[in-house]
């Protein structure tokens, strides 16, 4: 068993509210830095810079995950991870049929760049990234296994956009296997509170929208790795996630 640090909530210059140097690059140089092992890439309602990501984080022997921060029906954020990139592209296909088109306005919400695995911009997306999908949280957890992916509640310490913070509780008969927390040190307070916590996997994530936010070598996962690969510790990883280890 060896210990796997990570920061699975992370999002790129793709993101309206994500900083110009949030580059592939330079997000998995950081982690690099910063002495993580696993990392995901996590834009608003997109994973256009997750194949960019894949390639700059392997280059930097950083275990890459595909994800998405989805903006439900309801306007809650959830973090949706993928096995495979190929699982991530195909639900992002899915989302952006699924979302309301509104034109970006670059000049209020900034540029929605993207870019390949050297940083080179590619193109934009035209439509504004923030806005919600025709997705419900309730329904979201199969629409999400249904691509073979997982996903769980956002930054259920912050007020804006997190579930407690919109539905005033986290409910108790929910199909989320985990939650996520920005402050570690809070969870013993929220799980007392909200019964519905009791029996979820506690991720403590960044949100990192700037380089600076991305986590140091704090929270981790204890993974068997033998026979070592990137793919068998992204498979072990997911199996934490889902509650079967």
């Not at 310490?157 to 108790?172: M, Q, S």
């Amino acid at each position: 068993m060896n210990r796997y640090y990570y920061d699975l909530h992370i999002h790129s210059c793709l993101s309206p509210c994500g900083d110009e140097d949030m580059t592939p690059n330079n997000i998995a140089g950081m982690g690099t830095l910063n002495g993580l092992n696993i990392m995901a890439l996590t834009d608003h309602n997109t994973c256009k810079n997750c194949p960019a990501f894949y390639k700059a984080a392997k280059r930097q022997g950083i275990i890459p995950v595909a994800g998405m921060e989805l903006t439900t029906a309801e306007e809650i954020h959830l973090v949706c991870l993928f096995p495979t990139l190929e699982a991530a592209m195909d639900f992002d296909g899915y989302v952006e049929k699924n979302r309301m088109k509104i034109p970006n306005r670059e000049e209020i919400f900034g540029r929605q760049t993207i870019l390949n695995e050297n940083d080179e911009e590619t193109g934009k997306e035209e439509y504004l990234l923030l806005t919600a999908a025709g997705i419900t949280a309730e329904e979201a957890p199969g629409k999400v296994r249904q691509f073979g992916g997982i996903c769980y509640p956002a930054h259920i310490d912050r007020e804006a956009n997190g579930i407690i913070g919109i539905l005033g509780t986290f409910p108790e008969n929910t199909e989320f296997k985990a939650f996520e927390m920005r402050d570690g040190e809070k969870a013993g307070e929220y799980i007392s509170r909200y019964k519905g916590l009791r029996d979820k996997r506690l991720i403590v994530s960044s949100d990192a929208h700037y380089l600076w936010d991305i986590k140091e070598k704090n929270e981790y996962f204890l993974i068997d790795d033998e026979p070592y690969s990137s793919d068998y510790v992204r498979e072990k990883l997911f199996g934490i996630l889902e509650g079967k280890v």
